[in-house]
């Protein structure tokens, strides 16, 4: 089945310890975007790539970095940087055309030990 | 700044009675408007787009129709497992594939 897989499901992080969320796609998509999403607050962009080896920030970048070596996998880092990491991240892809929806993984929920 | 605001933050439902669930933008240059349904620890599935006002899309107890200020998810007779949040996404021109999602609406449906 084509879809998109993120791992961990959970994951637990160390003050000044830098984790990295994986996001995996097999819907042959050049687009892949990562969210942040919060309690009672809307999905916030964190980066987003159109094509392989070129990102852009979104709008709540400071504290992260992305990588996209390959069409399938867009890997978030969260940094020792980001002072508030706890939330549920959520990785999409799309064709990267204006009317075509954005397609979801599941998410991975990262917690402060 | 272009803004989507949903409303009610959150609705409660006996089974079988219809409501609508809202979608107001401001953006300018509508590219596209999505709805998406996401189920507690789980990541958002489309539902529908809308491109134009006056245009609409079914999908069994869900009608979703699009004007020039706002969207509406009407939902008929639901049923408990309509029980989610509703998100509202906006694509406006020039913003590559980007997408402006509002808050969400948390609606519950009791049996």
């Known amino acids: 089945d084509g879809g998109i897989t993120q791992s961990p499901k959970y994951l637990f992080r160390k003050e000044g310890q830098n984790v990295t969320l994986s996001c995996e796609q097999n819907?042959?998509?050049?687009?892949m975007y990562w969210y942040r999403q919060d309690p009672g607050q809307g999905l916030r962009l964190i980066y987003y790539s159109q094509i392989v080896n070129d990102f852009q920030k979104g709008d709540i970048a400071e504290g992260y970095s992305v990588s996209r070596e390959k069409k399938e996998s867009f890997p978030l880092t969260v940094t020792s940087a980001q002072k508030n990491p706890t939330a549920f991240y959520l990785c999409?892809?799309?064709?990267?055309?204006?009317?075509?929806?954005?397609?979801f993984g599941d998410g991975t929920r990262l917690s402060i030990l | 700044e272009d803004q989507v605001t949903q409303s009610p933050e959150a609705l409660r439902l006996q089974e079988g009675e219809s409501s609508s669930l809202n979608c107001s933008y401001t953006?300018?240059?509508?590219?596209?408007l999505f709805w998406y349904r996401q189920d507690p620890g789980k990541g958002p599935e489309f539902l529908f787009t809308l491109y134009s006002a006056g245009e609409e899309k079914e999908k069994e107890r869900l009608k979703a129709t699009l004007t020039k200020k706002e969207s509406f998810l009407h939902i008929t007779a639901p049923k408990p497992e309509d029980s989610a949040t509703y998100l509202c996404a906006v694509r406006y021109t020039g913003a590559n594939s980007k997408l402006t999602f509002g808050k969400g609406i948390t609606l519950s449906v009791r049996p």
């Open positions: 999409a892809s799309s064709s990267g055309q204006a009317d075509q929806p954005q397609h």
């Open positions: 953006v300018s240059g509508l590219r596209g």
């Open positions: 819907l042959n998509h050049d687009a």
